[in-house]
């Protein structure tokens, strides 16, 4: 079957350090996006793409860069870790422009 | 003034309950929306999406409403198993970014 994984999908770091947060999906979908969850805040999208090269800024995407070398993958690297980034981070992708977006199982990040 | 808003809740239901949810959204060129159930830590699962004529699935019935903005979920017959929180999310006129709101808890009780 078809599918979105996450890996890691725990991940403890050090402020400072640069982390990177895999994301692959078996649907050939070729949008794919990035939100973080916090308490209070929901779901904020921080970088999205609509296909291979393609790369776009979120609301909250400062810290946060990503790259799309081919459909399957959009990978998320935090440049140097903050304290303020420890979160839920959800990967999701979706088909057509119209429907709903799936989601990954999420990696939580805590930044030490 | 957020583009999507929930009332956070938590309702608390009895088993077998009729409960239901609204959700409005700024954006009057919002083009379509969708409800998401999320377990606790777990991520969100498209429940169902939200059209202009209504949508119903089992017991889950969702409405959407232009003139006033707002869309609703109606769940009939609550189990206990329906209880989450429930996202609602609007996809706004450029794009296909969706914007969520922060939720509505639902626990439901025997």
């Known amino acids: 079957d078809a599918e979105i994984t996450q890996s890691p999908r725990h991940k403890i770091t050090e402020t400072g350090r640069q982390v990177t947060l895999a994301c692959h999906q078996t649907?050939?979908?070729?949008?794919m996006f990035w939100y973080r969850q916090d308490l209070g805040h929901g779901l904020r999208l921080i970088h999205y793409?609509?296909?291979?090269?393609?790369?776009n800024k979120g609301e909250v995407s400062d810290g946060y860069s990503v790259s799309r070398s081919n459909t399957e993958d959009l990978p998320l690297t935090l440049e140097s870790a903050a304290s303020s980034q420890t979160s839920v981070y959800f990967c999701?992708?979706?088909?057509?422009?119209?429907?709903?977006?799936?989601f990954g199982p999420g990696t939580r990040l805590t930044v030490l | 003034r957020k583009e999507v808003e929930q009332d956070p809740g938590p309702f608390n239901v009895p088993e077998g309950a009729t409960v239901a949810f609204n959700c409005t959204y700024s954006?009057?060129?919002?083009?379509?929306f969708f409800w998401y159930r999320q377990d606790c830590r777990k991520e969100p699962k498209l429940l169902m999406s939200?059209?202009?004529s209504g949508n119903e699935d089992g017991r889950f019935t969702a409405q959407l409403n232009r003139a006033s903005q707002y869309i609703s979920l109606l769940i009939r017959d609550s189990k206990l198993s329906d209880s989450a929180t429930y996202l609602c999310?609007?996809?706004?006129?450029?794009?296909?970014?969706?914007?969520f709101g922060a939720g509505t808890i639902l626990r439901v009780k025997s």
């Open positions: 649907w050939n979908h070729n949008n």
């Open positions: 954006n009057s060129a919002s083009q379509s």
């Open positions: 793409s609509y296909g291979v090269h393609d790369t």
């Open positions: 999701a992708s979706s088909e057509s422009p119209a429907g709903g977006q799936f």
């Open positions: 939200v059209y202009s």
């Open positions: 999310a609007g996809r706004m006129e450029y794009g296909n970014k969706l914007v």
